[in-house]
């Protein structure tokens, strides 16, 4: 069946520093891809999505590339900021069956 | 705007005693209904999803249970709790067929004790 797989965290940047969170998807056919943000003691809130393959979603300064060849929807941010500090999920969605993978938690020190 | 509430927030139950965790959604019809769990240090688990009233789709073999008796409201249930049972569940909606974002409540965390 359909799955994502995403980098194990937890991952600890210093402010302004560069992040990446690998994403890589197996389905059939070609499912929306999204990143979700959850902060702590909250549900999960849409961050960006893209829906074909090399779509780019991006908010809040942070991008991803739907690449169909490598099956791969990873999330960048060029310069991250302590409220940044969450746990990210990459999902893939096929015929509304949403399937997440197990989340990464970004700790952003001063 | 549409809006959705998932309550209680937290919950301590006995193990063996019954659970009842309620979630409404406001502003919007006939809604995609789910949910999902979230065990400590764990990704996403589907539970349950709805494309309609009465339209349970189970996606693992457990002691829950859910319903959806209004269009709006779903509603996940236990008979008998288990330790293992201990988690965050979360409510979500989404509309149409076409993949749509996800939109979820703030969650409900649950400890059986």
């Not at chain 2, 959705?4 to 193990?15: D, E, K, R, S, Y």
Request: hydrophobic share 35%; charged share 15%; aromatic share 10%.
């Amino acid at each position: 069946g359909d799955s994502v797989t995403q980098m194990e965290g937890p991952v600890t940047l210093s402010e302004e520093a560069f992040l990446t969170i690998n994403c890589t998807y197996t389905a059939t056919g070609y499912p929306s891809l999204f990143w979700y943000v959850q902060y702590p003691g909250e549900g999960l809130q849409l961050l960006l999505k893209a829906t074909k393959a090399d779509d780019k979603g991006s908010n809040k300064g942070f991008e991803a590339t739907y690449r169909k060849e490598t099956t791969s929807f990873h999330l960048e941010k060029g310069s991250v900021q302590v409220s940044d500090s969450a746990v990210y999920f990459c999902a893939g969605a096929n015929n509304n069956d949403m399937r997440f993978g197990a989340g990464t938690r970004l700790t952003v020190k001063p | 705007s549409q809006t959705i509430h998932q309550w209680p927030a937290t919950l301590v139950q006995p193990v063996g005693s019954p659970l009842s965790l309620e979630c409404t959604v406001e502003g919007t019809s006939n809604p995609n209904l789910y949910w999902y769990r979230q065990a400590a240090g764990r990704g996403l688990q589907l539970l349950f999803y709805s494309v309609g009233i009465g339209q349970i789709s189970s996606e693992v073999p457990q002691n829950l249970s859910a319903s959806r008796p209004q269009d709006r409201q779903f509603i996940l249930s236990s008979k008998k709790l288990l330790l293992s049972d201990s988690g965050f569940y979360l409510c979500a909606w989404s509309v149409g067929t076409d993949n749509s974002p996800l939109h979820f409540g703030n969650g409900t965390r649950l400890t059986v004790t």
